[in-house]
């Protein structure tokens, strides 16, 4: 009997490439969310209230809006130029009041609105450093992990796949026999 011939796909070492790249994606993701992930588990959780909106257009000086009435007659529908920035308060424990910026702006209008539907201040969860209380992150806002989710998910997908590449291809496949025509 004559043995089934075998194929052995090689190229082990664009595949470790592969493996190495991946590596490099996961690890900037896990670098760029680094930060917010300490504050979420180590630092304190509270509920800061929005106390303004910055606008600002690069040329222009920033107005502050701390009225609602002031934030909606300040709406731009059309100049996506323009970027709002909500800014949030809150006390530590020591009694400290600490106001900051939320990192993420909004083109149109801000992300959140000075006022609820009750007309209290909009409030969202802030984690800060309690040694510097003025380093914070906001984890309900997506755009805090969405990227360096995304960068770890495909540094891990890249590490997978090539993972498998580089098994298969130092194990010899053995091909189908070829019917011949006789």
């Keep these: 009997m004559i043995p089934s011939p075998t194929?052995?796909?090689g190229f082990s070492r664009c595949k470790m490439l592969?493996?190495?790249?991946?590596?490099?994606?996961?690890?900037?993701?896990?670098?760029?969310?680094?930060?917010?992930?300490?504050?979420?588990?180590?630092?304190?959780?509270i509920?800061?209230?929005?106390?303004?909106?910055?606008?600002?257009?690069q040329g222009l000086p920033d107005k502050i809006l701390i009225h609602e009435r002031q934030v909606l007659s300040e709406f731009e529908p059309?100049?996506?130029?323009?970027?709002?920035?909500?800014?949030?308060r809150f006390q530590t424990d020591s009694g400290k009041t600490i106001q900051v910026r939320a990192p993420i702006a909004s083109r149109l209008k801000p992300l959140y609105p000075?006022?609820?539907?009750?007309?209290?201040?909009?409030?969202?969860?802030?984690?800060?450093?309690?040694?510097?209380?003025?380093?914070?992150?906001?984890?309900l806002i997506v755009s805090t992990w969405f990227a360096s989710g995304i960068l770890i998910g495909i540094g891990l997908l890249?590490?997978?796949?090539?993972?498998?590449?580089?098994y298969w291809s130092k194990v010899p496949i053995e091909l189908p026999p070829v019917p011949t025509g006789s």
């Design 7 to 9: 194929y052995t796909p």
């Design 18 to 45: 592969f493996i190495a790249g991946g590596i490099a994606l996961a690890t900037l993701g896990f670098i760029h969310i680094q930060e917010p992930l300490y504050l979420v588990l180590c630092g304190k959780h």
């Design 47 to 57: 509920q800061a209230e929005a106390c303004a909106v910055v606008k600002t257009k």
């Design 78 to 88: 059309r100049d996506r130029s323009y970027l709002f920035w909500n800014e949030f």
């Design 114 to 139: 000075l006022t609820d539907a009750d007309g209290l201040p909009t409030t969202d969860l802030v984690c800060y450093n309690p040694r510097d209380p003025h380093r914070v992150t906001f984890p």
């Design 158 to 166: 890249a590490m997978g796949v090539g993972t498998t590449l580089l």
